[in-house]
């Protein structure tokens, strides 16, 4: 039995890997053929995206807030949905994901014209062009959204609306084509397989500035702010971690080996990550709390985001567990250190997490699953790569939004009034209250 | 006539309920409330942000007897919802100068 295992394991192995050749290479040009299992297995991931904004984020957010912002943030998720999905079909694609240089696409695809039946984008040859876009648009929106849970509380609504509108369109779009779509960060050679720097750090460094910018809530530090339904959080976990299935194993854009192999170190690294933090709150704090074990959650799950599809599932493991240390880290210390209030942890668990993901994508990349090998593997190099990948990262989407909430802050204020803000966003920003 | 009030530990609540039903008294009124005595508060950690909370939720519980009556009432609340920690609640009695029930316009202790 183990003599016939071995065998076939070895009969195996060349097998998968001209599977992984085919797929890496954009060899076959002419007609495209569409593959059912593949455009059936994107339908699912694409969905399963979606839901991780709503509900998921929705949820996880607002359970961590005061009950009379839990609308007010639900809305904010709800919101992005509803804008960045038309703005994503009428020009977000076509300048990502639609010909161009090193530094922009084109508009050929502008209301998706020209998007027939039958046409295919380059970079996803399986499946149609129209789930392509649809898939890369539910990125777009779980970007923008997490963004607005550093500002939870404070943040104007009409504000929000204004701001996401620019932050898509002028730090998203072009970051996602730099990595992504043919821009000079994918050409470099950086590795971000679901979104380390394109959606977790530029949402984390993004969430930190507007933050600063934005100022602490009243009574942060002296007043309870504490959660009001925490079991609502955790369904949105529950919720982002099925969804993350999609959201790492649906970049690999077909129904095969490297979809599986990134969902397995993609439930791994959660798995580590809620340990992990609850572990470290059982010793500093004598009790692991639950929204230390769902934070621990989505650190690993953000972590794991840029390395899934390029490492092996046990390496998922280690990156939950230094997710897990970093994230609480960055939540607890660094945050009272340098006394900014970024309300639902943003920047401590997507930016670090993000951060740290990208890093360790450059360790431990694994030739044989993604084809590119990291430190692990003899090649430092790809570390230097990926710093470079983080640098731009962070430089655009920081500077970016700082420059959009000031230009945003020209027109209508950011903040909502002090008496708005102690009253609740609720009844403030929409008229409604939970009773 | 006598209006027991006691601030009670929430679970505390069916414990006392049964142990007044056997002494006959048939009606309670129960409000939710929060407070602090000698108990204090405690601290809830939310990923690291400390919050002392003051007030600790409690039961408040209203019972109308008559005069004869409170004195054994208020012996039952105190066995049924001791548990002797820190926190078990306390017990004033007040004399009630008149009751009425609006159904039938009973006076005093037939309207208890």
Redesign the interface.
């Known amino acids: 039995m183990g003599a016939l295992s071995c065998r076939a394991a070895k009969l195996a192995a060349p097998i998968s890997l001209v599977t992984i050749i085919s797929f890496a290479a954009p060899a076959f040009a002419g007609t495209p053929e569409i593959s059912a299992a593949d455009t059936a297995w994107m339908i699912v991931a694409t969905a399963l995206v979606l839901m991780m904004t709503i509900p998921g984020l929705a949820l996880f957010y607002s359970g961590m807030v005061r009950k009379k912002n839990v609308l007010a943030t639900m809305a904010q998720s709800l919101a992005a949905v509803a804008i960045i999905s038309i703005l994503w079909v009428a020009f977000g694609y076509s300048l990502v994901f639609v010909g161009g240089g090193p530094w922009i696409g084109t508009l050929d695809r502008w209301f998706l014209a020209g998007m027939t039946m039958d046409s295919v984008n380059p970079l996803a040859k399986t499946i149609p062009e129209s789930l392509f876009m649809l898939y890369q648009m539910t990125f777009a929106i779980i970007t923008v959204a997490l963004v607005a849970g550093s500002v939870a509380d404070r943040m104007r609504f009409s504000a929000f609306l204004l701001f996401s509108i620019g932050w898509f369109l002028f730090v998203y779009v072009p970051l996602a084509h730099w990595v992504w779509g043919g821009g000079f960060l994918g050409t470099a050679g950086v590795l971000d397989f679901a979104g380390g720097l394109v959606v977790h750090l530029s949402a984390g460094i993004g969430g930190l500035v507007a933050a600063k910018v934005t100022g602490r809530r009243y009574g942060y530090g002296t007043e309870n702010l504490s959660p009001f339904d925490l079991s609502l959080a955790v369904m949105g976990t529950g919720l982002l971690w099925v969804g993350w299935f999609g959201f790492n194993g649906g970049s690999a854009l077909g129904a095969n080996s490297r979809a599986v192999m990134a969902i397995a170190a993609t439930h791994l690294a959660a798995c580590a990550g809620a340990l992990t933090w609850g572990a470290v709150e059982w010793s500093i704090q004598r009790k692991p709390s639950v929204l230390g074990m769902i934070s621990g959650a989505v650190a690993g799950l953000g972590t794991i985001t840029p390395a899934s599809g390029y490492v092996a599932p046990w390496h998922g493991v280690l990156i939950g567990v230094v997710a897990g240390l970093v994230c609480f880290w960055a939540c607890t210390w660094l945050k009272r250190r340098f006394k900014y209030d970024d309300s639902l942890d943003v920047f401590g668990v997507h930016g670090i997490g993000g951060m740290t993901g990208i890093l360790l994508a450059g360790v431990f990349a694994t030739a044989s699953i993604g084809g590119t090998s990291g430190l692990v593997e003899g090649n430092p190099q790809l570390l230097l790569i990926q710093l470079y990948g983080i640098a731009v990262t962070l430089g655009w989407s920081g500077g970016g939004t700082y420059v959009l909430l000031k230009l945003v802050s020209a027109f209508v204020p950011i903040r909502v009034s002090q008496q708005q803000e102690l009253e609740g966003l609720d009844i403030s920003q929409h008229g409604e209250a939970l009773q | 006539m006598k209006l027991v009030v006691a601030i009670i530990k929430p679970f505390k609540l069916d414990e006392v309920r049964q142990a007044l039903t056997a002494i006959g008294v048939h009606g309670m009124t129960v409000t939710e409330v929060k407070g602090y005595g000698r108990q204090k508060g405690h601290t ?6 400390e ?3 003051n007030f600790l939720p409690k039961l408040r519980i209203e019972i109308a007897v008559a005069s004869d009556l409170a004195d054994k009432a208020v012996e039952v609340i105190t066995s049924s919802a001791r548990t002797g920690q820190i926190g078990d609640g306390k017990i004033f009695v007040t004399p009630i100068d008149h009751a009425l029930r609006i159904r039938t316009g009973e006076t005093d202790s037939d309207a208890l």
């Open positions: 809830e950690i939310y990923r690291g942000a919050y002392v909370v």
